[in-house]
């Protein structure tokens, strides 16, 4: 639900999450190398309950990107915090006459990635999140956002298709048809909620591709899960050729030689 209220109000909400970014303390290096070879950021972010590494691609030197780059930092820095409070706050108990607060510290670190879209105004992104917590396994997980650049709004998935009920319906019937031999006792819950509203994708020039935590679709627990859906396979839904102008190139194209 906060994820979906996030994406919901787009770059605006993502200023709001940010105001006491100035607060915090905020310690900047250069990394060497990322994990594809280029150049990246890092940020380090202590708070009182939990220390957050956020390591950013080197779009976000663009002065444009400057902006959006600090408030998604401070984004999965404060939720983190807020999480790891209730948590603590869970484990007190209050009817003890001397009860005690324990204050769990838990580090976390964030791995962001944007891709240029070449033909479409779009920018979109992935963040992959690594959580440790104490006396818990660490935690993955995988968050994708979606931007109209030139409107400067997060697109919503109801956008990217005439038929979005159609569209959802054709994606999870793809996801089925893909992980079927899976034996994943979570497969039907990730169907019945793609059936509903897809998310977790990213918006490419020939289709959409989904992501999966490490061993949410399968058993490779060390590896973050990615599905293409061809563009192809959706036409039925009609995408909208704001987001895939070649496709509506390919539209007039066969129109006219019909």
Not at 23 to 39: I, M, N, R, W
Not at 85 to 90: D, F, P, R
Not at 225 to 240: D, F, G, R
Request: aromatic content about 12%; some cysteine; proline content about 5%.
């Amino acid at each position: 639900m906060r994820l979906r209220l996030f994406k919901k109000h787009g770059l605006q909400f993502l200023i709001l999450l940010t105001l006491s970014l100035g607060a915090l303390s905020v310690t900047f290096a250069q990394e060497s190398k990322d994990l594809t070879g280029d150049p990246q950021l890092k940020f380090v972010l202590h708070r009182t309950y939990s220390t957050t590494t956020i390591k950013l691609p080197t779009l976000c030197k663009n002065e444009r990107a400057q902006r959006l780059c600090r408030n998604l930092t401070g984004y999965f820095a404060r939720r983190f915090e807020r999480e790891l409070i209730m948590l603590s706050n869970e484990l007190i108990d209050f009817d003890a006459p001397n009860f005690n607060h324990v204050r769990l510290h838990g580090d976390q670190s964030v791995y962001l990635f944007f891709l240029q879209n070449k033909e479409a105004p779009l920018v979109t992104l992935y963040a992959i999140s690594f959580q440790y917590l104490p006396n818990v396994r660490e935690r993955r997980m995988v968050e994708t956002f979606n931007f109209d650049r030139e409107e400067e709004r997060n697109v919503r998935f109801e956008e990217l298709f005439e038929n979005p009920q159609l569209a959802a319906m054709l994606i999870a019937r793809y996801i089925e048809r893909e992980y079927k031999d899976s034996e994943n006792p979570l497969l039907d819950v990730l169907i019945t909620a793609t059936e509903f509203e897809p998310s977790n994708f990213i918006v490419v020039q020939d289709g959409l591709r989904l992501f999966f935590a490490p061993g949410f679709v399968n058993h490779e627990v060390d590896k973050v899960q990615t599905l293409k859906i061809p563009l192809t396979y959706l036409l039925e839904a009609k995408p909208n050729s704001r987001y895939w102008p070649s496709q509506n190139q390919k539209e007039s194209t066969t129109h006219a030689t019909s």
